[in-house]
Structure formats: structure tokens, C-alpha cells
């Protein structure tokens, strides 16, 4: 297994052995140290002759000569220092994991003329560097060939910076965040056939070690609270279906809970509206939504937030079966309201469904958002850069845009409207699970909508984001754990204190 590099900090001074990283910024001096790391001026040389400028991204990368205490000097551009942002400092943290993973002793001087570097960014950037690092390989059995060779390395990073002690508290958040990511990112990839909805609520039931409240709902509990959407879904299954309910009750008591609720479809095979098998297998990450929120919770508890959390996540398997739901049946929802599942392939919605109106009767928050990897049109929409965003509140939508903006999980905000609700209702229920071929992005929002009430509603199509992601400065994972540090922001900046 990867093991993940360790972090700590320390006040500048010259390294003592293996790699050192320098900084500069566009058109800057000479690094700081550069002088105590090369008494020889051969680094000097080599930014010359490389036309080092400081760009962004541009490194150069020499083997120490000789009278050097390091091993190995890298140099990275920062561009200009105005411009930099904190998804660069976590960017650039990646990119060195990556020029760095099989070395044991990696020392960043995190000081460059023409800028100061807050302890945030340091955190920012020892987050990318580790989440750079994490790998998914816990099924791979050969340990030591030369793929592995990196991975193996128990890399000791020591982040030299002008205050120790407030990088590393920061660092304790940030790495709190790493953490819930990359929990998300370890449930989105673990196949099926590991990860049921019984396994998966005993994951998350685990996270009652960091002071989360678990309350998990079997079938039996939730046929009693008329979830007919949920159960018709699951019922195709040998494995019951589960509703997990996590709390976080770290505001005040008589704040009203924030609450995320969570598609966790382990598997979605389509049921008998059957997908074609090229593909399918990656059906596994249709869970994604329920990864990030039980990620969030892990990180929200973690890190003490001040806020009172709910997560939900609706835990069921999508199968064709002797006993699934077909095409044409009519199911009732814990709503009361009707709906003629035309598609069993558009499951998520009858599981959110039930699990949003449960959520909003049960604890009456302040506002519900649901990520779900929903619809294969959202992805046709925005590609898998952008998850989607539907609302019925103006300002939660923007928060969660400035969310966005900070963490670099990027969402595009989608219309809505009753000419596209009305394209769901039905013949003979009060409502259809899909709205043909146009817009299927939108009209899945729709349907979620009807389950909502009046409470503020962010509804994230996370198809596109959360699996089968491109690999980035800071992830190459097949999960991403897209929406736990976007979530984590938005309660970190709106909801505390
Ligand atoms: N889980 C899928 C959506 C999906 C597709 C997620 C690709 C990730 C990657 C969802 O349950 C689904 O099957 N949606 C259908 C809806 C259709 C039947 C209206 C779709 O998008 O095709
Ligand atoms: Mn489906
Ligand atoms: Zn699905």
C-alpha cells in the first residue's frame, strides 16, 4: 500500500540531506539559502543557462554539488506573485510530489523574496502534496516492482517556514480535509462486490470514533416510514438497502443543522431497463455522491467545525432480478406522492427522493444539498470539469460558487423551471422518473425538486466530477472526492461561529 508522506515544519535554515525545494517567484532573485545549499554557484549557472524566470510550473532540477548539505535542488517558479492563489499553492505541492515520491527526505523552503507565504498556503500546499500522493493499489498483490518502486518510499517532508507553529495548525484543518477526501476518494474506488450498502454504512459508521452520531435505517424501518421510491429501487438486490444518518453537532444547540444527502448507489447495472456492458464497471463510483458526504463528515468532525451537520446517504443496489421493479410500476414515496418508475435506469432520483423529504421532515435544516452522480446528460453538458448545480435559492447557489472559486472544484449552475417540470408529470401518477431524451440533466432536478418543500436546495450532478477523473495536479485517482473540499469551504465560511 502507498504509504502517504508525513508533513512537519520547521524555521528556515539550510536542509540537511536529500532534496531541497526552492521557490522564486517571475523575474525574482536568487532563491533564499540558495547561497548556504550551493556555495559553489553551480545553481546559479543552471537558472541562467535554463532561462530560469520564475515562471508558474517551470522548475529546474540539478544533482547538489558538491559541499552542498542536499542531495538533489530543485528550483520552482511561482509566476507572478500577485496572482498566486491558494489552489496554486496546493497545485505546485502536487507537482513536486510528483518530481519527488521516491525520495525520502524532501525539504521545501517555503520563503521567497517579493512574497509572503501565510501558514495557509503552506497547509494548502502540504495538502497537495499528499493528496497528490495517495494511491489506490490495495488490490495490487506484486508490492515491489519498479511501478511500485515510488509508492513504497515513507517520505519525510519538512516545510520550512517563517512560523512553524501556525503552519502546523493550520495544516491540522487542512490535513483534516485530506483526510475526508481521501476517505471519498477509497469508498468511490473499492468495487462492489467489497462494498455493499451494509459495508458501506459500517465505513461510515466508523466515523462515531471522531464524535459523529450514527443512526443507521434498515429496510424494515424505512418500510415503515413508507420510503417506496428507496425500497422499490433496492428490492432487485440480495443486499438490503440502508439509510445512514450522520450528526455533527458542533454548533451551538439551538442552531438549526446544514445537511448533505448523498446518492450511494453501489452498484447501478440499470436494473431491467439494463445498461450495455461496455462500461457498466464503472457503475461501482455511482456512489460518489454518498462518498463526498461521508468524506465531509469525516472532515467536519475532524476538525471540530463549529456547526451543526446532518449527513444522509441512501445506501441500495440497482439490480435486474425476479423480483425488481419494472418498467410501468407505480410506487409511492414516503412523500405521499406517486411516481410510475418509466426507467428503471433512473434510480438515483427515487432513492434521493425519499432521502431528501426524510432529511426535511426529520430535522427541519436550514438547507439541504444532495450530490449525486445522477445523469450521463450532465456530463454531455459540462464535460467532467464542471459538477452541475440546480437551486431554488439564489444565495446558496452563490456561496457555493465562491466555494468553487476557493477550492478549485469547479460548478456550473443550471436552469430550471416549471417548463421543464412539467415534462415529468405522468398519465397515471403524479409524477414520471424520467422526461425524455432533452435536457435530462434538468428534468432529473426537477423530480429532486418536488421533494424539497420550500427549504433552500442545492441539488450537485456529480456524474462527470466524482469518477473516472482526469488526472490533475492533485489527483490521479479514479475517484476524485470531488465536493469535500468544496463543502468543507462552504460550512467553513458560511456556517460557523
Ligand atoms: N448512474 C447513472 C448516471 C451516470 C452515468 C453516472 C454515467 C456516471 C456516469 C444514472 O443512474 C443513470 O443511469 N441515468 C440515466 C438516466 C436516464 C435513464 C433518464 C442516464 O443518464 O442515462
Ligand atoms: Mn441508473
Ligand atoms: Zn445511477
Known amino acids: 500500500m502507498t504509504v502517504l508522506p508525513t508533513i512537519s515544519f520547521a524555521k528556515v535554515a539550510a536542509p540537511k540531506k536529500g532534496t531541497a525545494v526552492l521557490l522564486a517567484v517571475k523575474d525574482g532573485k536568487t532563491p533564499a539559502l540558495a547561497s548556504e545549499i550551493d556555495p559553489s554557484g553551480v545553481l546559479d549557472k543552471a537558472l541562467k543557462v535554463s532561462k530560469f524566470g520564475g515562471k508558474a510550473k517551470s522548475v529546474v532540477d540539478v544533482v547538489a554539488p558538491?559541499?552542498?548539505?542536499?542531495?538533489?535542488?530543485?528550483?520552482?517558479?511561482?509566476?507572478?506573485?500577485e496572482k498566486i492563489k491558494?489552489?496554486?499553492?496546493?497545485?505546485?505541492?502536487?507537482?513536486?510530489?510528483?518530481?519527488?515520491?521516491?525520495?525520502?527526505?524532501?525539504?521545501?523552503?517555503?520563503?521567497?523574496?517579493?512574497?509572503?507565504?501565510?501558514?495557509?498556503?503552506?497547509?494548502?500546499?502540504?495538502?497537495?502534496?499528499?493528496?497528490?500522493?495517495?494511491?489506490?493499489?490495495?488490490?495490487?498483490?506484486?508490492?515491489?516492482?519498479?511501478d511500485n518502486a515510488d509508492k513504497n518510499v515513507a517520505q519525510k517532508v519538512t516545510l520550512m517556514v517563517d512560523n512553524p507553529s501556525a503552519a502546523k495548525k493550520a495544516w491540522d484543518t487542512a490535513e483534516a480535509v485530506a483526510r475526508g477526501v481521501m476517505l471519498a476518494r477509497d469508498l468511490v474506488n473499492e468495487p462492489a462486490n467489497i462494498l455493499g450498502p451494509v459495508e458501506f454504512a459500517s465505513r461510515a459508521e466508523a466515523l462515531s470514533a471522531l464524535g459523529v452520531e450514527i443512526d443507521i435505517l434498515t429496510e424494515k424501518e424505512m418500510k415503515k416510514l413508507g420510503m417506496g421510491a428507496l425500497l422499490g429501487v433496492a428490492q432487485g438486490s440480495?443486499?438490503?438497502?440502508?439509510?445512514?444518518?450522520?450528526?455533527?453537532?458542533?454548533?451551538?444547540?439551538?442552531?438549526?443543522?446544514?445537511?448533505?444527502?448523498?446518492?450511494?448507489?453501489?452498484?447501478?447495472?440499470g436494473g431491467i431497463s439494463i445498461k450495455p456492458a461496455g462500461g457498466m464497471e464503472d457503475m461501482k463510483g455511482d456512489m460518489g455522491g454518498a462518498?463526498?458526504?461521508?468524506?465531509?463528515?469525516?472532515?467536519?468532525?475532524?476538525?471540530?467545525?463549529?456547526?451543526?451537520?446532518?449527513?444522509i446517504i441512501g445506501l441500495v443496489e440497482n439490480m435486474p432480478d425476479g423480483n425488481a421493479q419494472r418498467p410501468g410500476d407505480i410506487v409511492t414515496s414516503m412523500s405521499g406522492q406517486t411516481i410510475e418508475v418509466i426507467n428503471t435506469d433512473a434510480e438515483g432520483r427515487l432513492v434521493l427522493g425519499d432521502a431528501l423529504w426524510y432529511?426535511?421532515?426529520?430535522?427541519?435544516?436550514?438547507?439541504?444539498?444532495?450530490?449525486?452522480?445522477?445523469?450521463?446528460?450532465?456530463?454531455?453538458?459540462?464535460g467532467q470539469h464542471h459538477a452541475g448545480l440546480f437551486s431554488n435559492d439564489?444565495?446558496?447557489?452563490?456561496?457555493?460558487?465562491?466555494?468553487?472559486e476557493a477550492t478549485g472544484e469547479p460548478v456550473w449552475r443550471m436552469p430550471m423551471g416549471p417548463e421543464y417540470d412539467k415534462?415529468?408529470?405522468?398519465?397515471?401518477?403524479?409524477?414520471?422518473?424520467?422526461?425524455?431524451?432533452?435536457?435530462?440533466?434538468?428534468?432529473?432536478?426537477?423530480?429532486?425538486?418536488?421533494?424539497?418543500?420550500?427549504?433552500?436546495?442545492?441539488?450537485?450532478?456529480?456524474?462527470?466530477?466524482?469518477?473516472?477523473?482526469?488526472?490533475?495536479?492533485?489527483?490521479?485517482?479514479?475517484?476524485?472526492?470531488?465536493?469535500?473540499?468544496?463543502?468543507?469551504r462552504l460550512v467553513a465560511d458560511h456556517y460557523e461561529g
Request: net charge positive.
Open 66 to 81: 558538491a559541499g552542498s548539505p542536499a542531495d538533489r535542488i530543485l528550483v520552482a517558479g511561482l509566476g507572478v506573485a
Open 86 to 146: 491558494m489552489t496554486d499553492w496546493a497545485a505546485l505541492g502536487g507537482q513536486i510530489r510528483a518530481k519527488t515520491g521516491s525520495e525520502k527526505n524532501l525539504s521545501v523552503l517555503l520563503e521567497c523574496e517579493g512574497l509572503e507565504i501565510s501558514p495557509e498556503a503552506a497547509a494548502a500546499f502540504a495538502q497537495g502534496l499528499v493528496l497528490r500522493a495517495y494511491d489506490f493499489d490495495k488490490y495490487k498483490t506484486k508490492k515491489d516492482d519498479e
Open 238 to 269: 440480495v443486499r438490503p438497502p440502508r439509510l445512514v444518518v450522520m450528526k455533527w453537532n458542533g454548533g451551538k444547540a439551538k442552531d438549526k443543522p446544514v445537511a448533505f444527502i448523498g446518492k450511494g448507489v453501489v452498484f447501478d447495472t
Open 291 to 311: 462518498a463526498a458526504v461521508t468524506g465531509l463528515m469525516h472532515t467536519l468532525a475532524a476538525r471540530k467545525a463549529k456547526a451543526n451537520v446532518i449527513g
Open 359 to 382: 432529511c426535511k421532515e426529520t430535522f427541519k435544516p436550514k438547507f439541504m444539498i444532495n450530490l449525486a452522480t445522477l445523469t450521463g446528460a450532465i456530463m454531455i453538458a459540462l
Open 394 to 404: 439564489d444565495e446558496l447557489a452563490g456561496n457555493l460558487a465562491s466555494a468553487a
Open 423 to 488: 415534462l415529468i408529470d405522468s398519465k397515471f401518477a403524479d409524477m414520471k422518473n424520467v422526461g425524455g431524451r432533452f435536457g435530462g440533466a434538468i428534468t432529473a432536478a426537477q423530480f429532486l425538486k418536488r421533494f424539497v418543500g420550500d427549504v433552500p436546495w442545492v441539488h450537485l450532478d456529480v456524474a462527470g466530477t466524482a469518477m473516472s477523473s482526469p488526472s490533475t495536479d492533485i489527483n490521479q485517482s479514479w475517484g476524485s472526492g470531488y465536493g469535500v473540499r468544496l463543502l468543507d
